[in-house]
């Protein structure tokens, strides 16, 4: 257990839609990233955030768009949903948020859109 | 952007065998290098790093290298175990003028034959 916790585990939705990832980093940790998984895509990137502030985007549709609480935690919102936002939605959690910090990733959200 | 490949797709070993999986990258500003070992519908987990001011690291049966140079790092896995059986992803950091970047490699899936 990395100490990443993230909600819901399973999200079945239809097209069109919009869902809410919840993502709590480990104690201490101040900096959460979010990375898409799709079986054609590998782990992709999206977006960073320390200390309530983003600090760096990837692949992020427009579609998407999150972000960080005083609490710390995460949330990654996806609207306008596609078939192939279908995917597992990972969030990870570091110290300090620098290119050289260990993260540590949740479990995910799997994602599943009919 | 940063270009990290990875090689094999796939790899099957005897039990008791050394595997191998290689990646390289294109962004000599890359200044981190994870490994992550995922087990099927579960989270990446890290299982080494290396970091740009080091040639090697080792620990236990798990050794990484960085030829930056050449831009090129390998894991090695010796005395495998059928655990080892999962999907190995590497990757590659640095800090950009917009914020961190991370990319992953495609993945390697590794099976240890008993």
């Known amino acids: 257990d990395s100490g990443v916790t993230q909600t819901p585990k399973h999200l079945i939705t239809a097209t069109g839609q919009r869902v809410t990832l919840r993502c709590s980093p480990r104690?201490?940790?101040?900096?959460v990233y979010w990375y898409q998984q799709s079986l054609d895509q590998g782990l992709q990137f999206l977006i960073q955030?320390?200390?309530?502030?983003?600090?760096a985007k990837g692949n992020i549709l427009e579609r998407f768009s999150a972000q960080q609480f005083p609490d710390l935690h995460s949330e990654l919102n996806l609207s306008s949903l596609e078939l192939g936002d279908s995917a597992l939605y990972f969030c990870?959690?570091?110290?300090?948020?620098?290119?050289?910090?260990?993260?540590?990733f949740g479990p995910g959200t799997r994602l599943t859109v009919l | 952007g940063e270009n990290v490949e990875q090689h094999p797709s796939t790899l099957s070993v005897q039990e008791g065998d050394s595997a191998v999986i290689k990646c390289t990258y294109s962004?000599?500003?890359?200044?981190?290098f994870p490994w992550y070992k995922q087990e099927l519908g579960k989270r990446p987990q890290l299982i080494i790093d290396?970091?740009?001011?080091?040639g090697e690291k080792k620990d236990q049966r798990i050794a990484v290298t960085l030829n930056k140079t050449a831009k090129h790092f390998s894991l090695h896995i010796t005395e495998t175990q059928p655990e080892d059986s999962a999907v190995y992803f590497c990757?590659?950091?640095?800090?950009?003028?917009?914020?961190?970047?991370?990319?992953f490699g495609t993945g390697t899936s590794l099976t240890v034959i008993p």
């Open positions: 990870a959690s570091s110290v300090q948020g620098t290119s050289t910090d260990t993260q540590y």
């Open positions: 104690s201490g940790d101040l900096s």
């Open positions: 955030y320390y200390n309530g502030e983003e600090r």
């Open positions: 962004d000599s500003a890359s200044n981190y």
């Open positions: 290396i970091r740009s001011n080091v």
């Open positions: 990757a590659a950091s640095r800090r950009g003028n917009t914020g961190n970047q991370f990319y």
